[in-house]
Structure formats: C-alpha cells, structure tokens
C-alpha cells in the first residue's frame, strides 16, 4: 500500500468514527424506521471483506434489502415506502463478484442487482480505463483517464485501440458463470451499456446502440426482460432519459449521492445511491451506506 494511501485511510477511517459517535449514523436509521426514505448503496469490485461486513451490519441492525424488482413495484404502484429497508447495487460485472459478492448474497439470501457492461463480459477485455491507466504508467504521451471520459466516444476508442496491447486480461464475470448465478432467486443481472462508454460523449446513434444492444444481449443470454439500468461513470442527460425509455427500460440508477424517498420517486430514470467504496475501513463503508459520509438533507 502506497503511504499516500495509508494516510487516506487512516484519516478516512478516524473521521467516520467520528461521524458514527455523533450520532448521525443512528439518526439515519431512525430515519429508515419511520418510513420516509429507503437506502440506495451500490459496489464495484469489493473484497469480500467490506461486502460481508456490510452485509452483517445491515442485518445486525434490523434492515431489510430489498430487490430492484420490488423498488419497481414500489414505483409503479405508488406504495407507502417500506420501512427499514434497503436496495442494494454492484457496477461493471467484475468477475471477483462471484466470490465476493453473489455468494454471500446467496449465503445471507439478500436480493444483489448487478449491472454489466456486455463487452467486457463476451469478448472477455479488459475495462477501458484500467487499460488506459496501464497505458499511462508505460507510455508517453499517453491521455489519462478523465482527459478519455472528456473526448467524443469515437477519439476514445481510437486511442483505446491504439493502446489496448498494454493490458489484455479478462477482467469481467463470463457469460457461462453470469447465467449460471441467473438462476439464483437472488441475484438479478441487468444493463450497464455494452462498451461501457460516457454517454453523453456519444453520438445519438451510439448511445441507442449501447442502450438497446446491451438490453437484447442479456435479455437472450438470460432469458428474461431486461427494464433497469445504470448509467456508467454516473454521467446521462436528457437524451439519455429520453433514449432509456425509447429503448424499452422503466427505471435507472444514477449516482446522485442521496436516499431514495417519494421526490426521487418521481424521477424514475434518476435514483440515488451512495457509494461503498471496494476497499476501506468498516467505520468509512458504514458511513458511506448510510448516506452520512456524503452532504446530504
Ligand atoms: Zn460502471
């Protein structure tokens, strides 16, 4: 570990147990008690560590998870908020999912939503950013990368092409292991775009492509309809709303840092969700999941 990284974490760590003393933490589960609001978290790649610790911290305090599925049926029902609850996320379809987060889903029986990028899943490449941040460690010039996530998609994956010798190893679940855990009660796969891109970087053309390519893939693979969606990096627009619903889906997840209350109901193509890092202290992933680590109302 980087000392630069030792520091983060150190102080990370001291301010929310800070923050968990003050009795914040305890307010937002009074919170969730009353019924105003449901919590919204979501994952990347975490290690095992910090998703069955939040697992068990969910559990120890009396919170029940509830599926995207029944957030839906929340919505579309226009139901009271349940109580105590929360919806629980996962990004990109890292293939460490498999051991860190769907087995103990399965394990705990907690409802786990996991988003995946096609591509990354099919053709079995790597991530675009971790190839173009091993490009920057090795090559110069070389675009970093929030310098790629600010240029039209087509540069992007010019200079990916260009650049993707550096890193080739897969990095995603497979298509055998994604519709084997399909079957569980438990774990529902939905769309995270096929390639990935920064939408809003893209053409109209493109983003419908991402939009309903990714949908008809899984929806073949799995066999089941595919209707929710997160948008990679967090970024979308009107258009992207716009094109989500042209393209058939009902709900997408952004990463707005709030709870999910009957105002954001409103916006079903714009929920919350707060984000628990892949790797950090107890105390930090705790004050993540429960929204105080964030500024928040
Ligand atoms: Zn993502």
Redesign the pocket.
Known sequence: MSAVKLVRDVTAKAYAAWLIKSGKVNAVLNRLNSGSCILSIYF?NPSLKVFEGCIKWILKNNLRAISTSELYGIYSNKKNLPRNTVVITV??GWKFNEQNVIQTAIRYRIPVTI?L?TDPMIRGNSFWWTIARSANKKMFPSLSVEELKGIPNHLRLHYLRKVSYVLSERQAMTSEAVRYFNSSPYINFQS?TVS?PILPMCTDQEVLNELVQSRLILERQLDKPIQLF?Y??GSYGIREINMLKRAGYKMAFTTHTNYIDHQSLVRPYEIPRFEVLDDSSMEESICRMTGVWFNTN
């Open positions: 990347h990004d990109d988003f990028a995270h990935h997160a990679p990096n």
